[in-house]
Nanobody, 125 residues
Framework: HVQLVESGGGSVKAGGSLRISCAYSEYSSSYCLAWFRQAEGKEREGLAAIDSDGRTAVADSVKGRFTISNADAKNTLYLEMNSLKPEDTAMYYC?????????????????????WGQGTQVTVS
């Protein structure tokens, strides 16, 4: 059973930056990790993904502002968020799925992920 624990959320002013983290248990050499968010009353939205070879995909909605990275040695996934806007306010989740797949459009679909963290709240005012 894969465990994912997010941290680092909080309140930030518009235009500011925040880095959130996701500690995960090591379970396979082949995987895909991703960040999603869900604002109140909206569907879960895929933001960025990274596969076990380090390839990344970032959604157009946040491209240029959000960066995903994975510190393998620390078993920690990061999402660096810059130029934050009030519309970025949401619960942010990390997710994981096993297997050797190259990131792509599928990476932004919530149903493709088997494991989820509990989320960390980001509020931009």
């Amino acid at each position: 059973h894969v465990q994912l624990v997010e941290s680092g959320g909080g309140s930030v002013k518009a235009g500011g930056s925040l880095r959130i983290s996701c500690a995960y248990s090591e379970y396979s050499s082949s995987y895909c990790l991703a960040w999603f968010r869900q604002a109140e009353g909206k569907e879960r939205e895929g933001l960025a993904a990274i596969d076990s070879d380090g390839r990344t995909a970032v959604a157009d909605s946040v491209k240029g502002r959000f960066t995903i990275s994975n510190a393998d040695a620390k078993n920690t996934l990061y999402l660096e968020m810059n130029s934050l806007k009030p519309e970025d306010t949401a619960m942010y989740y990390c997710a994981a799925t096993l297997g050797s797949r190259v990131v792509g459009a599928w990476s932004f679909e919530p149903y493709t992920y088997d494991y989820w963290g509990q989320g960390t709240q980001v509020t931009v005012s």
